[in-house]
């Protein structure tokens, strides 16, 4: 997991020192570095990793895992079923919906994606997610 | 004295023998029955928010209050400077005769006094006395419990708390002296065939032709510079003691990166509200912090720690500071929701208001406190939404 999330890490670091001309970086190709980061850690540890699905991240966004405390069985729990939707955290603090098109700066900030993968992933699936997971997860916000 | 020479105040005629006589005299000047009825407004209205109303009622307790302080102001002035049965002179009775008409009384035996007999009299002044001292409790509780008012700059919580107990104990000893009075007045006029109570509201009774003539004219226009240039000091007095910061209230801003990372899904709780070991505690174990992971860089929360330990409870000296920290449930150290004083100030408020979406739940101090995120929860500031009332 460690070599693994390291490997994500400067495989986007990399992406974004090299997708722009040096000036600020578009929130979508910010997006994009984080995509393509996540992709190459999913084919180093998958040789048959055939890119990312908007389904299958629907279906993770969606699904019961079971493992979790009572208040927070899915994504979904505090999200709502649909990301186009504003979610509310169990504290009742609004949170702004996950698909891209109605919050642009989604998934533009590295750490920030890292930190609540890592956060919500345990809290909802009790483990951390692969690269591929993650990917789904974005390319899923990405369609909507 | 009124059993000096002259005795105004003093009747002849004996009680059991009234003669009625067609003519009245007017006794109580209109300052002794604007006084008297307006204090009687202040007065139930300041009881009835004290002790039956919601805590956000306090605002209209302030008020009554006030106007209480500023009646007993003005009889005080009017004591002095009135004229006839209005002025303090005119029914302050030495105490030996305060005891024969109490002897009397027992017996049925009391006789007829124009203005006040000398019991009556002697409740005049006990009762203010005793709204004197519940004003300056209830300022004194102001200002030490909610920390507001001229005394917050200077009073402790704990006097505040203290002293509110004392406020409590002289307003439910006024309710005992009310009782008496209304007794009393109930025995006179039945006694002298009296209606007293029309008479506190056309100023007029039965004259006697045996009572001299009142001493004393009143003299308004002093009065009524006293007044005015004792109510605008007192007034400038109060706003500039009411200016000065709060002793032990927190007012600066909160630390950027706390405000960011724990406002990211909760309302932000101001460090005073729990003591150290409770923020420490909650620093220790962000991986299961209230069933969700919330773990943070080892930097950031080494930074957390340094601030919320500095400016935790302890540090402060507001009502929720104080109380909060000193009910910490030793197995639940970490929620507010679970300290003694918090159950008991919400024990009345049904779990479906926490639990409705507009509040979202008993963590979510914002959807009733307004100024929850200063920590200030001032009285005046709680309000449930209105579809849960």
Known sequence: MISCSRATAIAVIFTMVTAGPGGAQSLPSARKAILDGYAAAAKQSDPGFHGFSAA??????????????????????????????????????????????????RFTDFTKVERWFTRNCRTVYGRLCTPQEKGNFITFMESL | MADSVGRPNHVKTAASSPEPSPHTRKVWDFGVRGFHWLLVVAVVTAGLTGFFGARNALDIHLIAGTAIAALVGFRVVWGVLGGGFARFSSFLFAPATIIAYARGLLRG??????????????????LLAVLTLIVVSGVIALG?????????????????????????????????????HLAGVLYESRHENENLTAAMLTGRKRDEPGVAAQTGQGSWRLAS?????????????????????A???????????YARECGACHMVYHPSLMPASSWQAILADLGHHFGED???????????????????????????AVKFRQSIDPKDSVRIDATGFWRRIHHNIPDATFTNRLVGGRGNCSACHSDAAAARFAPQNIEIPEELQ
């Open chain 2, 109 to 126: 035996t009391t006789r007829r006094y124009l203005g006040h007999n000398p019991l009556g009299g002697l409740m005049v002044f006990a």
């Open chain 2, 247 to 257: 002793l032990g209230v927190p007012t600066g801003p909160l630390d950027g990166a």
């Open chain 2, 144 to 180: 030490g419990q909610d920390k507001q008012g001229p005394l917050a700059f200077v009073t402790p919580f704990a006097v505040g708390w203290f002293v509110r107990g004392v406020h409590k104990l002289l307003a439910l000893m006024l309710v005992g002296m009310v009782a008496a």
């Open chain 1, 56 to 105: 299958a991240g629907q279906a993770f966004f969606l699904a019961h895992p079971g493992v979790s405390q009572p208040e927070t069985p899915s994504c979904s729990a505090c999200h709502t079923t649909s990301p186009l939707n504003a979610g509310r955290t169990r504290a009742g603090k609004d949170i702004a919906p996950m698909a891209v098109s109605r919050t642009p700066n």
């Open chain 2, 225 to 245: 510079i006293l007044l005015l240039l004792g109510g605008v000091g007192i007034t400038a007095g109060t706003i500039g003691l009411t200016a000065r910061p």
């Open chain 2, 294 to 320: 919330a773990s943070l860089d080892p930097a950031i929360t080494e930074q957390l720690r340094t601030y919320l330990t500095a400016n935790a409870a302890e540090r402060w000296d507001t009502l929720p």
